[in-house]
């Protein structure tokens, strides 16, 4: 069974600060990763990943998909009030399918003014 | 930018009716999805669609469930029976080809009662 596991489960920083959001999965037939960010309902598209050790960015917002330690981080620097959100990573496969995405249980970072 | 579209934002049923949910992709989109988040838990698959038909169901989706795309734009999720269980967030997703990121929908929030 497809198994996508995100650390830290919650996490509260000041406002300013860098924080690491980690995620790591056990996936058949790999496609691509995905983090999404969730305020109130629908997840927003953030980053998709499908090569190793290419680093995308978006602002203040990095990531990079790790394929021989099956793992990726979702870096965020400077972070403002509006960053607290549930950040869920997902992993999508098979290859040649419909490529459903099988999502972690998210980490809920909070950032204090 | 585009948005997928769901209506109801908010549906209660009491336990043994149907409900449809229903859905507006983007209209250029190929690739359709039905996700649920029960209450405090992982987001789930349960359906894709694309040609017309369903092209993969997870374990959650059984006979109670069934999706259409009725008229080229809609896109809806029906429950024949519902059961206390099914009360859970189901949002709809939507995505051109495959190797691009999904776009999800608000969400309809299912109470059961």
């Known amino acids: 069974e497809d198994k996508v596991v995100q650390s830290p489960l919650s996490l509260v920083v000041h406002e300013g600060d860098t924080v690491t959001l980690n995620c790591s999965y056990e996936v058949t037939n790999f496609r691509s990763l995905l983090w999404y960010k969730q305020e109130k309902k629908a997840p927003t598209f953030l980053f998709m990943l499908t090569s190793s050790g290419i680093e995308k960015k978006s602002g203040r917002l990095s990531s990079i998909l790790d394929k021989k330690e099956l793992s990726s981080i979702l870096n965020i620097t400077a972070t403002q009030t509006g960053d607290s959100a549930i950040y869920l990573c997902?992993?999508?496969?098979?290859?040649?399918?419909?490529?459903?995405?099988?999502f972690g249980t998210g980490t809920r970072l909070t950032i204090i003014p | 930018e585009p948005e997928v579209t769901q209506t109801p934002s908010h549906q209660v049923t009491q336990m043994g009716q149907e409900v449809i949910l229903r859905c507006v992709p983007i209209?250029?989109?190929?690739?359709f999805y039905w996700y649920r988040q029960i209450l405090g838990q992982k987001v789930e698959f349960l359906v894709s669609?694309?040609?017309?038909?369903?092209?993969?169901k997870s374990e959650i989706f059984d006979d109670q469930f069934s999706v259409e795309r009725p008229d080229g734009s809609n896109f809806t999720l029906k429950i024949r029976s519902t059961k206390l269980e099914d009360s859970a967030m189901y949002f709809c997703a939507s995505r051109l080809w495959t190797g691009q990121g999904y776009t999800f929908g608000s969400g309809t929030r299912l109470t059961v009662v």
């Open positions: 209209s250029n989109h190929l690739y």
């Open positions: 997902a992993v999508s496969g098979p290859k040649d399918g419909n490529e459903k995405l099988t």
């Open positions: 669609f694309y040609n017309n038909e369903i092209s993969e």
